[in-house]
């Protein structure tokens, strides 16, 4: 009998998370061909965003547009979603390991009574068993889960696993527009969203990161690595000293405590390499530590290093890469 994959698509700033694309192609390896998959997306005037997704899924795409939905509420999110899941009778719920997705995974399992495998970075699958890895201890380890049974929950780490293709020839969605009812009560709502980072990256779906740590000395020394960062289209983060010591917000702040950034290229600027800020970015693809001293523990795990100092290192950088990508 066939199954029921729903994926949970996430909706930013009026675009598509990437993460949504991510997670489609994580339900591709894992389902089978007669399984059935459905995009839940929410938001308002999301219309071009469910154009976008029509050429990607072969499916069904319900559709709820409401201005109460414009912002993520946990409350009015999952009670909806809650309302979709009940028609839909999922085997697999996939979304991203994105704040909302964390947010929403749980209580999605719990309400479904069904197993959770949290922050996957790769999907495989043999004679027929699915195979879900995801990171222990900071990184430093790798875990290989598979269900048994039962209803599954799945998040995806964003920028893991590759980003479904579109497939405007074969892909036919069905576009399902469900009547938003708001739930009867509620104890939250969300009455205004202040924005931190100014950056147009998002910073966990940043594909190249520019980080600084205490070493960019002031909240000044981070002006470089935004110069960098927006020659390269990519996102400024940091080391919690440099968090803490107030050059820039908490918001950048990446490692244990901060968020987990999986780029193609990470360029640590300043930063000694301690172990809770490697927690956060040691999956990155490339690694670049710009550091004067050569015995840094940073120098341990970059795929290339440079000893010097940043704020002599950080503009010549940039003013190449203007050069080259002119
Ligand atoms: P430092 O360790 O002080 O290193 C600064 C580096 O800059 C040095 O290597 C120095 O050589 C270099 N430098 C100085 N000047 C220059 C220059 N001009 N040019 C080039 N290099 C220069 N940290 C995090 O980052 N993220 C977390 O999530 C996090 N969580 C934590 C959770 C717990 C429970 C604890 C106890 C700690 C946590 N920390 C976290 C803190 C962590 O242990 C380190 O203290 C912190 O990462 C150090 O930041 P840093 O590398 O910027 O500073």
Known sequence: MSKSYVIIAEVRDGKLRQVTLEALESVRIAKEDDDLISVIVLGHQISPIVEQLSQYVSGQIHVIDHVDLETYNSEIYFTVIKGLLDNLNPHAVFLGHSASGRDLAPMIAAYLNAGQISDVIAIEKANAEVIYTRPLYAGKAFEQKKFTDGPQVVTIRPNNITAANADTASSQAEIITIYYSPPPSLRSIVKDVIRKTSGKVDLTEAKIVVSGGRGVKNSDGFKPLQELAEVLNGAVGASRAACDAGYCDYALQIGQTGKVVTPEIYI???????????????????????????????????DYGIVGDLFIVVPLLTEEFKKALA
Do not use: T
């Open 268 to 302: 640590a600027c300043g930063i000694s390499g301690a172990i809770q800020h490697v927690a956060g970015m040691s999956q990155s693809r490339i690694i670049i530590a710009i550091n004067k001293d050569p015995e840094a523990p940073i120098f341990k795990i970059a």
